[in-house]
């Protein structure tokens, strides 16, 4: 009997979901108004880059692989750990670009 593969489109947008989240957590937990604006403008390419991508991660068959399950684990860990607005904004920008290739395939 063969091995069954690792459902990674399944993986990858439940980290997505997640991911989503925390940049949102982090938007409402941003306080100054310039960093906010600067912060909303990657927030929604990255939830409007999700939507896009939710379609296709969610259909029947396994698109990715586990370096793409891989990619959205480093991207996610970037998020989480980024000290300031700018890291932030640069890693919200690697999330919705990613999510933006997934969404195409």
């Not at 989503?20 to 912060?39: G, M, S």
């Not at 390419?45 to 068959?61: C, D, E, I, K, Q």
């Not at 607005?85 to 920008?93: D, H, P, R, V």
């Amino acid at each position: 009997m063969g091995e069954q593969r690792q459902d990674t489109d399944l993986e990858i947008y439940r980290r997505a979901a997640e991911t989503a989240t925390e940049i949102d957590v982090r938007f409402r937990e941003t306080t100054n108004p310039e960093e906010r604006a600067r912060l909303r403008e990657e927030r929604d390419r990255a939830f409007s880059a999700f939507v896009a991508a939710r379609v296709t991660l969610l259909r029947s068959g396994i698109i990715t692989t586990a370096a793409d399950l891989a990619e959205m684990a480093r991207i996610q860990q970037q998020i989480d750990q980024a000290a300031d607005t700018q890291l932030l904004i640069q890693a919200i920008g690697r999330f919705a670009g990613f999510l933006l290739r997934l969404a195409v395939l």
